[in-house]
């Protein structure tokens, strides 16, 4: 056989080889895509930085950082004394508007009085009620109370400061439900839906945690050909902690 023959019989061998390569590496390449680790960090579902409604002194100051509180909790309060005398004031107002007010009803029965008196007497008694209705208002704002139940993960004050309105006090969480973001293939689409189950195994722990996927974000990012999917945890959360990350390994449903 001449040697022309022999280079011809390669170069034939070598092109099989290429087509071969590519059409089977796409295959193979969507057969592995769902092995892949994708990486995700926990974050609550729920989370708030609760701060002052009013300027005052703190009085008290009842968790830390790392406490858990229970929804309705007093987590903090403020000096009204001021605001207390303020009330009692106003409830006295209004007693004496009342009690004009009556005395003035009653010398209309007789015709005794001008209309005008009455309906001053009228008007005095409800500013005098509005006057209380503030009051109270403001004090409903000496204590701030826990929204849901969780955890301090930030005190910004302390006990005894004098704070402004609006001052940031407490960043705290919900430690009862965690959520995921993870980015995956666009490709992916067409069978990671809502519901779907997945596992996610958490670096610091070890273990390995039921989820599944809640939502899928609305924007594809055209350069990495990517999507935002979320997820919750759906098995028992005792002892996980915000900021942990680990591992998501999802696969595509049997057909």
């Given at each position: 056989?001449?040697?022309k023959v022999?280079?011809?019989?390669?170069?034939?061998?070598?092109?099989?080889?290429?087509?071969?390569?590519?059409?089977?590496?796409?295959?193979?390449?969507?057969e592995q895509?769902s092995?892949?680790?994708?990486?995700?960090?926990?974050?609550?579902?729920?989370?708030?930085v609760?701060?002052?409604s009013?300027?005052?002194?703190?009085?008290?100051?009842?968790?830390?950082?790392g406490?858990?509180?229970?929804?309705?909790?007093?987590?903090?309060?403020?000096?009204?004394?001021?605001y207390?005398?303020q009330?009692?004031?106003?409830?006295a107002a209004?007693?004496?508007?009342?009690k004009?007010?009556?005395?003035?009803?009653?010398l209309?029965?007789?015709?005794?009085?001008?209309?005008?008196d009455?309906?001053?007497?009228?008007?005095a008694?409800?500013?005098a009620?509005?006057?209380?209705?503030?009051t109270?208002?403001m004090?409903?704002?000496?204590?701030?109370?826990?929204?849901?139940?969780?955890?301090?993960?930030?005190?910004?004050v302390?006990?005894?400061e004098?704070?402004?309105?609006?001052?940031?006090?407490?960043?705290?969480?919900?430690?009862?439900?965690?959520?995921?973001?993870?980015?995956?293939?666009?490709?992916?689409?067409?069978?990671?839906?809502?519901?779907l189950?997945?596992?996610?195994?958490?670096?610091?722990?070890?273990?390995?945690?039921?989820?599944?996927?809640?939502?899928?974000?609305?924007?594809?990012?055209?350069?990495?050909?990517?999507?935002?999917?979320?997820?919750?945890?759906?098995?028992?959360?005792?002892?996980?902690?915000?900021?942990m990350?680990?591992?998501?390994?999802?696969?595509?449903?049997?057909?």
């Amino acid at each position: 056989m001449s040697s022309k023959v022999v280079r011809g019989m390669h170069r034939i061998g070598a092109l099989t080889l290429i087509l071969a390569a590519v059409l089977f590496a796409p295959a193979h390449a969507a057969e592995q895509a769902s092995d892949v680790e994708i990486r995700v960090q926990l974050s609550p579902i729920r989370q708030a930085v609760l701060s002052s409604s009013m300027a005052g002194r703190i009085t008290e100051l009842a968790v830390r950082e790392g406490d858990r509180f229970s929804e309705g909790d007093r987590l903090v309060g403020f000096d009204c004394s001021v605001y207390q005398a303020q009330l009692n004031r106003a409830n006295a107002a209004e007693s004496g508007a009342r009690k004009k007010l009556e005395v003035a009803q009653r010398l209309e029965k007789l015709n005794s009085i001008s209309l005008t008196d009455v309906a001053q007497a009228q008007s005095a008694q409800g500013v005098a009620r509005a006057e209380i209705g503030v009051t109270q208002a403001m004090l409903r704002n000496c204590t701030l109370t826990a929204p849901f139940s969780g955890r301090v993960s930030a005190r910004k004050v302390q006990r005894w400061e004098y704070v402004p309105e609006g001052k940031e006090l407490l960043s705290i969480y919900d430690d009862s439900a965690y959520e995921l973001e993870l980015i995956v293939p666009s490709r992916w689409l067409s069978w990671v839906k809502s519901n779907l189950t997945f596992t996610v195994r958490l670096d610091e722990t070890g273990g390995d945690y039921p989820a599944r996927v809640t939502r899928i974000g609305s924007v594809i990012d055209p350069l990495n050909q990517s999507v935002k999917v979320f997820g919750q945890l759906t098995g028992n959360t005792a002892g996980l902690l915000p900021g942990m990350s680990g591992a998501a390994h999802l696969e595509p449903p049997a057909k």
